[in-house]
């Protein structure tokens, strides 16, 4: 399991349990995401959770090379996945957490949710979650933040690692279903000079239910993983210029693309009988759904400059998402592209101002130059078909014309010791955001909209303290702050501020706040030498809260809110070659309507999911065989008297169980596993909100077998 922060069941509850789990060790992994500098878990007041390699290359072939699954298996607070490209509704929290690649933001500003696709898993050394409110990297995380860290230079001599996989349904056994996959990556190190370079495929097939029938490749309509080919080319470069000084950077390329015949029925859209989505064959998008990313990202470290160490990073990323056609412009059809050009920078400085007190203060700015165009299908090509054929007419329209926005920020971060066993925290960032906006006419009304500026400013707040209780045992208490701008192309591409507001025709005079959050923590964490186990409590608010709107013809709906729950983490090393554990997540949230027949309503479920469970049971069988059965449970939620309204409509609970056994063989590995080991039919809690009718009431995966070999040489 991941090394979870959070707390320890109850505080001295440990100190009960068997003389042969209590025996102490330290709490000593470390992480740079909740401070931006090296830390080890012990001393942070913060809930983090780390993940390793190993766990992320198991879960993910298990999964379809789905790292959104794959974290909602591992991470308390984080929603179960969707089983599509796209996060929405996968809130950590149930708030939105910002996606980091080496710390490098990775959510444009207008966020198509697919973030979590811009780089291979096999391009990954580990990931870091912190869970909760905070704004140590900017701009939107109110639910936390998911850093991945790329691979690192290895020393000495080259090290290849060549993979070869593939997953296949077991409950729909044709050609169609079969993935295949390889990636290869060599590491190493020449004397001051360290590298690493590698490069990925996947062949992605077609998905199946528990019942053999094949499901739609974009079971939501916002983007499908099924029959896509993905490519990813990786490379990072470091250089040790002296004892004190090193330089490194990575590039990395990656796309992935949707080629199918195959669509969603479109007699069920719009149609709510509560059948299983179907689909239909003869499908063509002459503009295939997916993404692209190209990033590259520069760092430098000096050791000691006037006795600070000084961290400088710059930055660039080039990304586009292209979703599936939509009909909200009817008898129109229109298919989206948005595409996000990002440049900035970071300047940290970590400077002592004793043996026991430090002060980590610097400075943060980002560029973006961001557009959303839709281009116009054919209409009659688009009714003859059945909504089958979507080609392209020749008219493409800037759905929402390039804007450009800057963000600034400075910060400081004080850190304190005043005893052995206490550590305290406390700092302040105040950022800025300017946003300059063309003219522009809102697609569907024609109306012409005068160019402005929006200017947005926060000052945040955070404080925190850890007791070590011993080595093993401690606890923390948490208080920080957070901002997310609400979704600014949500108001300026309908032309008006909110759901029942008036058209506007000038930005200069539109008012739109951040969205400013609240988070209190406590918990406690322990680490035996058998045992280890966690829990936090939290609670955050916020005056103007931002739940997304449930169509393209919605607004932004903004009230007061809040949300509170528990996570709890536990695994027990029960002898030397059997381990179990699991985790478990509790959480819910309220919005206030402020009217005067409404007061505080419950949050919909693309906020607040229904409760989550993990466990797992692992055995080193034999020295070269490791075989573990784990299980997700999503419970029940119905908060709103059986309404069909989208994301008010009751969710039903289920359990899936996975099976997976990684087998050496030399220096190699085989991994085989299949997901979903018993079959079961099921939805998951977004294809159970109806969104667009029965046509987004897709079934989830049945059994999917997954092999995978790895050879190092």
């Not at 931006?36 to 190993?54: H, Q």
């Not at 688009?382 to 909504?387: E, I, K, L, N």
């Not at 029940?636 to 008297?641: E, G, I, P």
Request: glycine share 8%; hydrophobic share 35%.
């Amino acid at each position: 399991m991941p090394s979870c922060s959070g707390a320890a069941l109850a505080l001295y509850a440990f100190s009960s349990v068997a003389p042969a789990l209590a025996q102490e060790t330290q709490l000593d992994p470390f992480v740079i995401s909740a401070t931006r500098k090296s830390e080890s878990l012990s001393s942070l007041s913060s809930s983090v959770t780390t993940i390793t390699k190993e766990e992320i290359e198991t879960q993910v072939r298990l999964s379809n090379n789905d790292l959104a699954a794959a974290l909602g298996k591992l991470v308390p607070g984080l929603s179960v996945g969707n089983q599509t490209m796209s996060t929405y509704g996968q809130t950590l929290r149930g708030r939105k957490p910002i996606i980091l690649v080496d710390g490098v933001q990775q959510n444009p500003a207008f966020d198509p949710g697919k973030n979590l696709w811009v780089i291979d898993p096999a391009m990954i050394e580990r990931i870091e979650v912190v869970r909760g409110t905070t704004a140590i990297y900017g701009d939107g995380a109110t639910g936390g933040l998911i850093n991945i860290i790329t691979k690192k230079p290895t020393d000495g001599a080259p090290v290849h690692t060549t993979a070869v996989g593939t997953n296949f349904s077991l409950s729909g056994l044709e050609e169609d279903s079969f993935s295949k996959s390889i990636s290869h990556t060599t590491t190493g190190k020449s004397g001051a000079i360290g590298y690493v370079l590698g490069a990925s495929y996947v062949d992605t097939g077609a998905f199946f239910d528990a019942d053999g029938d094949r499901i739609a490749p974009n079971p939501h309509r916002d983007g499908g993983i099924s029959d896509t080919e993905q490519w990813d080319f990786f490379g990072k470069m470091s250089v040790d210029i002296d004892r004190l000084q090193t330089a490194q950077i990575t590039l990395n390329a990656f796309q992935n693309l949707q080629d199918t015949n195959w669509i969603g029925d479109p007699s069920q859209h719009e149609v709510y009988n509560g059948e299983k989505g179907r689909v239909v064959n003869g499908a063509h998008f002459d503009d295939p759904v997916g993404v692209r990313n190209l990033a590259a990202n520069f760092d430098y470290n000096h050791q000691d400059i006037l006795g600070s160490a000084v961290h400088i990073q710059a930055f660039y990323k080039d990304y586009w998402a292209r979703s599936t056609p939509f009909f909200g412009f009817d008898p129109i059809t229109y298919q989206d592209r948005i595409e996000s050009e990002k440049a900035g920078g970071r300047l940290e400085i970590d400077t002592p101002v004793s043996s026991a007190a430090s002060v980590l203060w610097g400075l943060d700015y980002v560029h973006e130059d961001i557009k959303q165009n839709v281009r116009e299908m054919d209409a009659a090509t688009v009714a003859s078909s059945g909504r089958r054929i979507f080609r392209f007419n020749g008219k493409e329209w800037g759905w929402l014309n390039p804007y450009a926005q800057d963000s600034i920020a400075a910060f400081a971060q004080g850190e304190w010791r005043p005893l052995d066993a206490l550590t305290l925290r406390a700092g302040v960032r105040h950022e800025k955001v300017f946003i300059d906006v063309p003219t522009f006419t809102v697609l569907g009304t024609n109306n012409v909209v005068d160019g402005g500026k929006l200017d947005f400013e926060a000052t945040l707040f955070n404080a925190g303290a850890v007791y070590e209780f011993s080595p093993s045992l401690n606890v923390f208490a948490n208080f920080s702050q957070g901002f997310s701008l609400p979704d600014v192309r949500q108001v300026l591409r309908r032309g008006r501020a909110g759901p029942t507001s008036t058209p506007f025709n000038d930005v200069d005079g539109l008012i739109i706040e951040p969205e400013l959050v609240d988070n209190y923590e406590i918990g406690a964490r322990g680490n035996w030498d058998r045992l280890s186990a966690s829990v936090a409590v939290f609670y955050n608010e916020s005056d103007l809260g931002a739940n997304p709107p449930l169509n393209v013809n919605s607004a932004i709906v903004r009230a007061p809110e809040k949300i509170w729950g528990i996570e709890v983490t536990t695994d027990v090393r029960v002898t030397e070659t059997l381990t179990f554990g699991g985790t478990f997540t509790w959480l819910e949230g309220k919005q206030d309507l402020e009217t005067d027949t409404v007061g505080w309503i419950y949050l919909n479920n693309q906020r607040i999911r229904p409760p989550k469970g993990t466990a797992y049971i692992e055995h080193q069988t034999t020295p070269w065989m490791k075989n573990r059965f784990q299980m997700l449970a999503s419970g029940h939620r119905d908060r709103f008297d059986g309404t069909t309204d989208a994301f008010k409509r009751e969710i039903s609970g289920y359990a899936t169980f996975d099976w997976f056994s990684e087998i050496k063989i030399g220096e190699d590995t085989l991994m085989l596993g299949v997901e979903n080991i018993f079959n079961r039919l099921y939805y998951t809690p977004q294809s159970q909100q109806f969104l667009e009718g029965d046509v987004t009431h897709a079934a989830a995966q049945g059994a999917l077998f997954s092999a995978r070999y790895t050879h190092k040489w």
